[in-house]
């Protein structure tokens, strides 16, 4: 199985998978697009444009090997991401509220589909419980243990506008923030 970095799946693909990836990232707000700093707005209604936009989001989220993607991060500020909640089971939750925190916490490399090519370390719970509705407004309830816990928890950060390099140490936040600088290219 490949191993999960965040909101990443570190695996090799094929370069039919690889274009795909690309395509899919290039549809995706990269930091530090304003967007992401957002906080998104509670989802009302639940009408067949929110769905598409569940979907969409769920197909973007697999061709950009992502394991979650927040709406915020394709430019709609509606509190929806999509994630993986097993190991089978893609989802999408609206209106997440996380309502139980183990007191136990993990630290663990997080990744962002946003913030290509960083890994910084990001302190968390380890199990949750989160609440809300699926994208039809049935209300749902998940229990979640790592690495879901952990994605679960990066996507609700998302929605209130808050990013890995808002979660690290201060160290690895300058060390991140460098290597993100804009390289300046003459020619
Ligand atoms: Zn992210």
């Keep these: 199985m490949a191993e999960i970095e965040g909101q990443i799946k570190d695996e090799q693909l094929d370069p039919e998978r690889e274009a795909r990836r690309r395509i899919a990232l290039a549809q995706i707000r990269q930091y530090p697009d304003a967007a992401l700093k957002l906080a998104a707005r509670p989802v009302e209604e639940f009408d ?3 769905r598409r936009l569940a979907e969409r989001m769920k197909q973007l989220m697999v061709d950009a090997n992502g394991i979650g993607l927040a709406a915020t991060q394709v430019g709609v500020l509606q509190r929806l991401f999509v994630f993986q909640a097993n190991e089978d089971d893609v989802v999408a939750l609206a209106n997440p509220e996380i309502v139980e925190r183990s007191d136990e916490t993990t630290v663990d490399d997080e990744g962002c589909l946003s913030i290509q090519g960083v890994l910084v370390p990001v302190e968390r719970p380890t199990t949750i419980a ?3 509705q699926d994208e039809n407004g049935t209300d749902v309830r998940y229990e979640l243990d790592e690495p879901y816990s952990r994605v679960a928890q990066h996507e609700t ?3 209130a506008g808050v990013l890995i390099l808002d979660r690290t140490t ?3 936040r300058r060390e991140a ?3 993100l600088r804009p390289r300046i290219v003459i020619g």
């Design 48 to 50: 067949d444009d929110l």
């Design 157 to 159: 950060d998302h929605l």
């Design 170 to 172: 201060p160290e690895a």
């Design 177 to 179: 923030l460098g290597s």
């Design 130 to 132: 989160i609440v809300g």
